[in-house]
Structure formats: C-alpha cells, structure tokens
C-alpha cells in the first residue's frame, strides 16, 4: 500500500524563524518506497533578511530541526538562498531533487523561477554524484543485508542515467522500474512493509545483485559519456540576479 506525507505538513512551516521560499518532501517519500513508520523529510529554502547577511551578526546558513506529530518524526532542513544557489551550481543532485520535487508543502515566486532556472543548472558531471551515492550504498547493503540502501543504490542509478539521457531529474524509483530489473517491484513492496526490513528470503542472490548493480553502474558512465548535457551550467548569471533581487526585496 502507497504511504502519502500526513496532509498538516503545511501547517508545520509557520513557524520558522525566516521566511521559506519552498520547502519540499524528500526521503523515501519521494523516492516512492516509503514504510509506515518512514520519517517525512523536509528540505527547502529560506530568506536571511540582509541586515542579518551584511552586518556583524549573521544569520543561521542552515536550519535543522526535528520533531514528532500524530506518531510522525519530522525533519526539517533548510538553507539560506544563497548557500542554496551555490549548491545548485554544483553537481549536487540533493538540492535538485528537492528543488524539483513534485511533493510540494510550501512555495513562492522564487520556488517558481528557482524551477524554472534548473534545467540550465544540469550537467553532465551530475552523474558522478549519483555513482558515488551508488558506492556508498551499495557497501552499507553489503555491511547490513538491510532492504532500504539496496533500493537507494539502484534509485540513485536509475535516476542518474535517466537524468543523463533525457534533461530531466526523476527521482521516483516506481517511475524507473521499466528500465531496472524485473525483482525490483517486489522489492519496493517489501520495502513499503518494513523501514529496516532485511532482503526477502525469496529475493535475488547476491551474485545476481552484484551483477545487476555493476551493470546499471555500467550504463550510467555510458549516459554520461553520450549525454548532451553541458560540462558547466549556464544559469550562473540569472541565479545571481536572483539572489541579488531577494536581499533587496525586488523579487517581485
């Protein structure tokens, strides 16, 4: 059965010291294999206002804070703008993921046009933050025999190799399933059914997986090869401009 984020996580934002231009829902979530006992992860973006940027006490780049609703744990971190843009300029495949989320708890015109800029902010070398993620995945899978980083590792390929091939960033592994191997819906389901749940006893060998895991590490480095996305982004000036917009308060 499907697990959806609880309908209050709009509530939740009111709070927050500085004004949020989005916050989104990442995590297991938005990677489409969330547990009923899975945290709701929330990433977003916030505004120092710029006396807190130009003076002599600054504010917090980062934000983080945890808590528990109706049974839920959840997380909340959130960046600067400018900490944020500076990311996105980079191959982090974090903030694009959670920049481009379609589980949306909170937005604004800025959330709007950060969208709209992100596909200049694509490159090719994307892809070895997805290679990397894979790694480290796949040895916790090893170490643990624990279900959620074997998913993560196959997720982060999918989505690395997908977003080599087409522009476009996708980070729901249910989306991707056609272009995994065939174990991979069953595994979701099992995953669904337990957070911290071990491989099924009837799911593939570990020659297999191994196997499967190279081979879709193969095709990944083969996208990025043939991608034709570029080796820098382009959106570096207009991301500028925005920043610069906001801390004077002519985003509008």
């Given at each position: 059965m499907t697990v959806v984020p609880p309908t209050w996580l709009a509530d939740v934002c009111a709070g927050e010291?500085?004004?949020l231009l989005f916050a989104t829902v990442s995590g297991a979530h938005l990677y489409g294999f969330p547990s009923r006992d899975s945290d709701v992860d929330l990433r977003g973006t916030h505004a120092l206002p710029v006396e807190e940027v130009?003076?002599?006490r600054t504010g917090e780049e980062t934000i983080s804070r945890s808590w528990e609703r109706d049974g839920v744990e959840v997380d909340l971190v959130t960046h600067d703008?400018?900490?944020f843009c500076r990311l996105l300029l980079t191959r982090n495949g974090y903030v694009l993921e959670q920049l481009l989320s379609p589980l949306v708890v909170a937005s604004s015109p800025v959330h709007?046009?950060?969208v709209a800029l992100a596909p200049a902010c694509l490159t090719r070398h994307h892809a070895h933050h997805y290679l990397g993620f894979a790694r480290t995945q796949w040895r916790l899978f090893e170490r643990t025999g624990e279900l959620k980083p074997l998913l993560y590792t196959f997720r982060v390929l999918l989505t690395g190799a997908h977003l080599m091939r087409t522009g476009r960033v996708v980070?729901?592994?249910?989306r991707l399933l056609p272009y995994g191997p065939p174990y991979l819906p069953e595994l979701v389901e099992a995953?669904?059914?337990a957070e911290h749940g071990a491989l099924p006893g009837d799911g593939p060998g570990s020659e297999r997986l191994a196997g499967d895991v190279l081979e879709l590490t193969a095709a990944l480095e083969e996208?990025?090869?043939a991608s034709a996305l570029p080796d820098a982004p382009t959106a570096?000036?207009?991301v500028h401009d925005l920043v610069v917009r906001v801390r004077l308060g002519r985003e509008g």
């Open positions: 010291p500085y004004p130009v003076g002599l703008l400018l900490k709007e046009e950060l980070a729901d592994l249910t995953k669904r059914a996208a990025r090869e570096g000036a207009a």
